[in-house]
């Protein structure tokens, strides 16, 4: 009975789900979007725009006094080393069993020389990730120069990779350049890692303990993935005859570590392209994909974070009173801003997808780019309610809140929210 059921609630969901994408105009904008810049369907591989914007001046007689920023590391190679050791390795062995299409053969004579360009750097910090860093920095100071000239007590702390240790590096370092005087103090030891990885030490039998987010509707990857990708259709553009398994990795497994491959380009120093592997529609089924799975994995264990944000109120509380503004700057992963977002509900991540491929929109993966960042900036003014701002990306942003003035939110409310999600 249980099967039955299930079988029938796919069924229905999957009704829905095509009805709806037909009527969505906001999945057809999104689709328009990627097609329009598909690096955009790279998503959380896509490379962060550095324009400088114009912020909203804060309100009359408020001056900020700290601010918090959680930035993901800047481009990198690849973090797995699979993609380039795996790929080369099937395409080698169906090379000699003659098992290539004659498009194959051309991906396997570039895939052997790129793979060992790129193999002693798996996981590193390239030059453009370096580059991004230092320009961010730039940008969070010309936000609030009056802030960063009256002498911030600056603390800083990254996970242990060493993209995220040497995107801190960059960082700090061009703070320094804006202004020499700057005391920065950067931390890196195991009881500092959890402000950057905010779920450390937490076991998964704990998290367990906490509820998970609902969704209207029931769909597993498997069958989401089954729905929008042809994969024979794909490797047989590659492979004369396909197999169910290439080197220990499903079907599914390998198109997936081709679109690692093809995207993770963009944050080389060096030119490469494999987008070719796919058409412009199998990008956005991708870049779909993607949106949904890293939102199912996103609501799995989305209140581990919110501690993070506790422990964040707590702090800016403390130093309220204090003549010495304060800067808190966290160096991490995309995983921890995949978590952050909608628990605070930054944006377009405030909204609950009401069918599966509208994870497209309001999970938007192109919103935490390499060098991705979020910053929560707050105001004060004697006898007042003390404000916050948020800006993602260098942008002004939005709350699930009602504002005081333009971007900027009531603490108050903002701490009643906070205080309205499950944590340990």
């Known amino acids: 009975m249980k099967k039955i059921f299930t079988i029938l609630s796919f069924a229905l969901t999957l009704c829905i789900s095509v009805f709806a994408q037909e009527n969505d105009s906001r999945l057809i904008e999104a689709r328009g979007i990627i097609e329009d810049n598909y690096t955009l369907g790279y998503g959380c591989n896509s490379v962060i725009n550095l324009d400088v914007p114009e912020y909203t001046?804060?309100?009359?007689?408020?001056?900020?006094?700290?601010?918090?920023?959680?930035?993901?590391?800047?481009?990198?190679?690849?973090?797995?080393?699979?993609t380039y050791t795996r790929?080369?390795?099937?395409?080698?062995?169906?090379?000699?069993?003659?098992?290539?299409?004659?498009?194959?053969?051309?991906?396997?004579?570039?895939?052997?020389?790129?793979?060992?360009?790129?193999?002693?750097?798996?996981?590193?910090?390239?030059?453009?990730?370096?580059?991004?860093?230092?320009?961010?920095?730039?940008?969070?100071?010309?936000?609030?120069?009056?802030?960063?000239?009256?002498?911030?007590?600056?603390?800083?702390?990254?996970?242990?990779?060493?993209?995220?240790?040497m995107s801190e590096a960059s960082f700090c370092l061009s703070l320094k350049e804006e202004n020499p005087k700057l005391d920065i103090y950067e931390m890196l030891a195991a009881t500092q890692v959890k402000n950057a990885a905010p779920r450390d030490g937490i076991s998964n039998e704990a998290a367990g303990t906490l509820p998970k987010p609902v969704v209207p509707w029931y769909c597993t990857i498997d069958e989401f993935v089954g729905r929008h990708i042809d994969c024979d259709k794909i490797l047989g553009r590659i492979f004369k005859e396909t197999a169910p398994g290439y080197e220990g990795w499903q079907s599914k497994e390998l198109i997936y570590e081709l679109w690692t491959l093809?995207?993770?380009?963009?944050?080389?120093?060096?030119?490469?392209?494999?987008?070719?592997?796919?058409?412009m529609d199998e990008m956005i089924a991708m870049a779909q994909i993607d949106c949904f799975q890293s939102y199912l994995y996103a609501m799995d264990d989305l209140y581990t974070y919110t501690n993070a944000y506790v422990e964040l109120l707590d702090d800016v509380e403390k130093h309220y009173g204090d003549k010495r503004p304060q800067v808190r700057l966290r160096f991490g992963h995309d995983y921890v801003l995949c978590r952050l977002l909608p628990l605070l509900g930054v944006g377009e991540f405030a909204q609950v997808p009401q069918y599966p491929e509208a994870t497209l929109y309001t999970y938007p993966l192109y919103e935490i780019p390499m060098a991705a960042n979020l910053r929560l900036i707050f105001y004060r003014k004697k006898g007042a309610e003390t404000l916050v701002k948020p800006v993602l990306n260098g942008k002004e942003t939005t709350l699930p809140l009602t504002p005081a003035e333009g971007p900027y939110y009531k603490l108050s409310d903002l701490k009643a929210y906070v205080e309205t999600l499950p944590r340990l």
Not at 60 to 80: D, L, M, P, T, V
Not at 108 to 122: D, L, S, T
Not at 263 to 279: K, M, P, Q, R, Y
């Open 262 to 279: 093809a995207i993770g380009t963009l944050s080389l120093d060096f030119e490469a392209d494999f987008s070719d592997i796919f058409t």
């Open 87 to 165: 790929i080369s390795s099937i395409l080698r062995n169906a090379s000699a069993e003659g098992n290539l299409t004659e498009f194959g053969e051309r991906l396997y004579g570039r895939m052997e020389p790129f793979a060992q360009k790129c193999i002693p750097y798996v996981g590193e910090l390239t030059r453009k990730g370096w580059e991004q860093q230092a320009k961010v920095a730039k940008q969070l100071y010309a936000s609030e120069p009056k802030l960063f000239k009256s002498n911030p007590y600056i603390e800083s702390t990254s996970t242990f990779a060493a993209r995220a240790i």
């Open 57 to 82: 001046p804060a309100p009359k007689g408020y001056e900020a006094f700290y601010i918090w920023q959680y930035s993901r590391h800047g481009s990198r190679y690849a973090w797995n080393k699979l």
